[in-house]
């Protein structure tokens, strides 16, 4: 079926440095979002995409992080610099429709990224 | 404070035994999505129920919603060790970003 791909699985990066976290999300799809999760913890919304566009942003998503898809093919979250407390796994995912259409978000399997 | 929550954060059963996770939330919703997410693994959808649904069924994983009580349920029947997994409830609230619960560990031994 359908997967959204993340590379590298694991980045690890100094702080203060800037880190560009990859997604290839699924062809057709239109909407694309950013999770960040720390070990053992629930899933938090960062960001959601559409149309070349931040569509909504939560607390978590600070002036450090951007997002843009470039070239109409990967989907990327940058943090420029890092601290600490960016280490987290980082969840893209996308879908075909809206979330008021209920379109279930397919989610790639995570970038783990260790700022030390 | 959450504005969804698993009532559990672990449960354990037996092989061929079944399981049921609970989530409570605290918002107005349009629909209310099951994920799993085994270890190492970004969460994968199992059931969409809908704000206007009572019971939605995929083999054997059953979904309950009671919006009167801000409830869901999911549960699984004749589970397998592979199973083994945390599950979330997410919430879909009519535009916004979909927000997560805080999880329930299900372990399930042979």
């Known amino acids: 079926g359908p997967k959204v791909l993340q590379i590298p699985s694991h980045q690890i990066i100094d702080m203060g440095q800037m880190v560009t976290l990859n997604c290839d999300p699924v062809?057709?799809?239109?909407?694309f979002y950013w999770y960040k999760q720390i070990l053992g913890q629930q899933m938090e919304f960062l960001v959601n995409f559409y149309n070349g566009k931040v569509m909504e942003k939560s607390k978590l998503f600070k002036d450090q992080f951007s997002v843009e898809r470039p070239d109409g093919s990967y989907f990327t979250l940058k943090i420029q610099p890092t601290a600490l407390e960016d280490s987290a796994v980082y969840f893209c995912a996308s879908s075909l429709g809206q979330p008021f259409n209920n379109q279930a978000p397919l989610f790639g399997e995570g970038t783990r990224l260790s700022v030390l | 404070s959450q504005l969804a929550e698993e009532n559990s954060w672990a449960l354990s059963v037996h092989e061929g035994e079944s399981v049921t996770v609970n989530c409570s939330y605290k918002?107005?919703?349009?629909?209310l999505q099951w994920y799993r997410q085994k270890s190492g693994k970004g969460p994968a959808q199992l059931i969409l129920i809908r704000s206007n649904e009572r019971e939605k069924r995929n083999g054997r994983l059953r979904a309950t919603l009671d919006t009167s009580s801000q409830s869901s349920s999911l549960s699984i029947t004749a589970t397998r060790c592979e199973d083994t997994a945390v599950y979330f409830c997410?919430?879909?609230?009519?535009?916004?970003?979909?927000?997560f619960g805080t999880g329930t560990t299900v372990s399930v031994s042979p």
């Open positions: 997410a919430l879909y609230q009519g535009g916004r970003a979909l927000i």
């Open positions: 062809s057709n799809h239109l909407y």
């Open positions: 918002t107005s919703i349009t629909a």
